[in-house]
């Protein structure tokens, strides 16, 4: 609610309904961003994210502090979303700018709801209240797009893909599609970078009536497997089964509808010469990208975050740079080194992403150990169904030596492997699965999370670090 006051004689301006003046307005601002600061730090101290709870006071003392904080931006705001990859997507968007000498806020730890978003701007404030900032870059969670847009109405949107997520939280994912279809149609002049690959994305950003440019992988470079589950098979606009070329993963490939003509569009960025194992690299027109990071569906962030900052005008001279020194301190593959043992965690949380996690675990032919940790918190989504729309079954590989299943719904994860005749330890506290394998497993160890299990995982990986020098 707002209301008009008059100043100056005739002029107007809007304030936020039950404020007495824009004297109270500022103080109110100041108290919120210096109460999210003593949030932030206090959680920090006390080995919490925190995050959340900062946004949270800040806009409880000041409910338009994120309008107003993103309005103070002073070129342009991007937003990213999709079911995976956005965390990765957005970090790597943001270092990218960065490198171009821009100023970037960025939501980095991935909290992507209203009150994160809040916070990253709130903490990312001067003690005056106000932001330095080019630039922000705002990872965005597909149903919060409702409360986000609105506030910071955004000036592109990145579109990784759209895959079956947690049911519970998300329903079908024609749900998440009219959320997003409804939200981009609010901001005509935001332009879309969107997943070519993925006939739902691209037609929703077709469908919207914004601008939009492309990305994907035009050639086929992965087999993808027959069992995988494919959202996207039939045609949105008229229903008819798609036809494809090929398959990369999932739904993601070159289509084509029969009846209605709606197809793949050409891509504006066209990664060739893809190659993948213990780096990536492939070719987007005349630039070669080389990224020391393992997973095929990484190609697809790092192209994103690529699309990104030459769509906003950057040459890209700077990417192979950024990427050469760019580091995942968030858990996505985020590699650890603890007494000669190499460990990467990693956020596997639905079907699609956690196939691509076992993908790349996979690419690694040497002797290796696997914990796979599940909690079924509010967060991660109470219904775990979806553990047995992933194919378990490839860890049955020799070079697979021992996997361990931990979390809350460690049982749960126990019986799914049971049922591809995969044996598994069973051991629910999370550290002392880690502390086993570490000192009878192979020193090569992978650690599959999925969302709430992936910060405190991280902080024991983290306190294990700093104990065992």
Known sequence: MWREIKKDGERRERVPAG???LED?????????????????ACKK???QGVTWAGKIAMRIYPPILEELSREVRRDIFVVCGTNGKTTTNNMLCSALEAEGQKVICNHTGSNMLNGVAAAFALSAGLNGHIDADYACIEVDEASTRHIFPAIRPDYMVLTNLFRD???????????????EEMIRTVPMMKVIVNGDDALSAYLAMDSGNDYVSYGIGDQVMESGTSEIREGRFCK??????????YHYSQLGDYECPRCGFARPGLDFDARDVTVGDQIAFRVGDRHIVAGCRGFYNVYNILAAYAGVRTAGFSGDHFNDMLKHYNPENGRMEQFRIQGVSIILNLAKNPAGFNQNISAVMQDPAPKDVIIAINDNAQDGTDISWLWDVDFDRFGEDNVKSVTV???RCQDMRLRLKYVDIPSILEGDVEKAIRDRMKDGTGNLYVLVNYTALFSTRNILKKLEGELK
Request: charged letters at 25%.
């Open 46 to 48: 006390m080995g919490r």
């Open 166 to 180: 947690q049911l519970d939280r998300y329903g079908e994912i024609d749900i998440t599609m009219n959320i997003l």
């Open 406 to 408: 931990s979390g809350i």
């Open 237 to 246: 606009c008229c229903g008819e089964r798609l036809n494809y070329r090929f």
């Open 19 to 21: 404020y007495w003046g």
């Open 25 to 41: 307005m500022k103080i109110r601002r100041l108290l919120a961003v210096w109460a999210a600061k003593l949030s932030g730090f």
